[in-house]
């Protein structure tokens, strides 16, 4: 998995790239420990992402609870496959999806 950040203030871009899973799901974790102190608005750009798993969805929630409590967190350019993982997991009605 690729992940490319633009920063622009307390806004934060990370566009993923290939699949979120159990092997690359650390990584995400490490880039948003790194990345997030200080930001208030994140938006995870879903464009270039082919497949999450349920360890992705764990960093997802993680990552909501945590920008809950310091701004907010936004999914972009969710394919339909990723959407429909979203619903049947109820992820959707937790995770805001534009």
């Known amino acids: 998995m690729n992940i490319l950040k633009e920063q622009n ?13 159990t092997t ?12 997030l102190p200080g930001i208030t608005e ?22 909501q609870k945590q920008m809950n409590q310091q701004g907010r967190m936004e999914l972009r350019h969710v394919n339909e496959t990723i959407q429909e993982i979203l619903e049947v997991t109820g992820f959707s009605d937790i995770l805001t999806i534009v």
């Open 9 to 21: 203030g307390t806004a934060l871009t990370l566009r993923l790239e290939g699949r979120l899973d």
């Open 24 to 35: 690359t799901s650390p990584e995400l974790e490490r880039t948003l420990a790194e990345s």
């Open 42 to 63: 994140l938006s995870l750009d879903f464009s270039g992402l082919d497949y999450i798993s349920s360890a992705g969805l764990r960093v997802l929630l993680t990552t």
